[in-house]
Structures are given as structure tokens and as C-alpha cells.
Nanobody, 122 residues
């Protein structure tokens, strides 16, 4: 069983910064891709950023230039540094990971964290 636990959310003023963390725990062979998604009230969940186990990163137009994703493979942890936060960034932020359970697994399984709330006040 794999668990993803996020931390680092909170209340911040517009223009401020937050750093989210997410750690994967449990028994598995390898984490392939980790990422962050967010869901605002009444909206669909949307991609924020992803990072591969080779540190290749990908951002959306809304996160590019303000957010930075990184990971510590030794600690099975992914980070999201969020700068210049806007009220539009207010959402529940979810950690996502694509994980190979075994070396013989045919493909990765997708796991989600419970989410960490980010509120940006204007």
C-alpha cells in the first residue's frame, strides 16, 4: 500500500509564497512521475506541474514562471515552491504519483494524496 501525504498549505496574502511538500511511503519499486494538481471550489481538478524521475519538469501556463517543482528521490518527496501567489491560486492542492509496484509491473499505478488547502487573500 502506498500513501502520499502533503503538507505546507495555508493562508497567505497575495504576492506571498508557500512551499508544498509531498512524501510517498509504503512498499514499491520505483516512482516514475510526481506532480501537483489543484481544484478550486466548483471547478475541475487541473494540472499544476509534473516532474519525472530524471528531473524533467512540465508546467501549465498558469504556473510557469511563478511555481517551481522539484523532488528528492532519496526521500520520495516532491516539492512545489509557489511564488507571487494570486487569489486565483486558491485551491485544494493534490499530490500525484505514478508508481511501479514491482520491477515486473507492466505499468505504473496512479496514487493521490488527500490534498492540502492553499488560500490566497487579496
Amino acid at each position: 500500500q502506498v500513501h502520499l501525504v502533503e503538507s505546507g498549505g495555508g493562508l497567505v496574502q497575495a504576492g506571498g509564497s508557500l512551499r508544498l511538500s509531498c512524501t510517498a511511503s509504503g512498499t514499491f519499486f520505483r516512482i516514475i512521475t510526481m506532480g501537483w494538481y489543484r481544484q478550486a471550489p466548483g471547478e475541475q481538478r487541473e494540472l499544476v506541474a509534473t516532474i519525472t524521475n530524471g528531473d524533467r519538469t512540465s508546467y501549465t501556463d498558469s504556473s510557469k514562471g511563478r511555481f517551481s517543482i522539484s523532488r528528492d528521490n532519496a526521500k520520495n518527496t516532491v516539492f512545489l515552491q509557489m511564488n507571487s501567489l494570486k487569489s486565483d491560486d486558491t485551491a485544494l492542492y493534490y499530490c500525484n504519483a505514478n508508481i511501479l509496484s514491482h520491477y515486473y509491473s507492466l505499468g505504473p499505478e496512479v496514487y493521490w494524496g488527500q490534498g492540502t488547502q492553499v488560500i490566497v487573500s487579496s
